[in-house]
């Protein structure tokens, strides 16, 4: 249910440097949501947003494991949201609970 997706992200300075992976705790439910709202099937959004069908099928699925932060921009945009109505950060595992007091709690 839970994945990770992979940015890009590139130094735009320096060509040279190599762009870096930056690996996200992800759940992209709410993809399938937004295209509902909006009446939009997959092949739709992706040619109204300029994106590959696969990444978006992708992305509906919680199957994507590299998205480019463009695309992601792009469908944002087709969308009228934001990148946290589309994506939610979720932890890989839950949290366990010992009971345990924190400090400064009350």
Partial sequence: MYGHIIAFQQNVLSCATPPRLIEIPWSA???????LRHQLKTA?????AHVNRSTVAALTRDRATRVDLAALERICTVL????????EIVPDEPQRNDDKPVA???
Avoid: F, K, Y
């Avoid at 439910?29 to 295209?35: N, P, T, Y």
């Avoid at 009228?80 to 994506?87: E, I, N, P």
């Fill in 104 to 106: 400064g709690a009350t």
């Fill in 29 to 35: 439910s709410h993809l399938v949501e937004l295209m």
């Fill in 44 to 48: 739709e959004l992706a040619r109204l």
């Fill in 80 to 87: 009228g949201c934001g990148l946290g109505d589309l994506l």
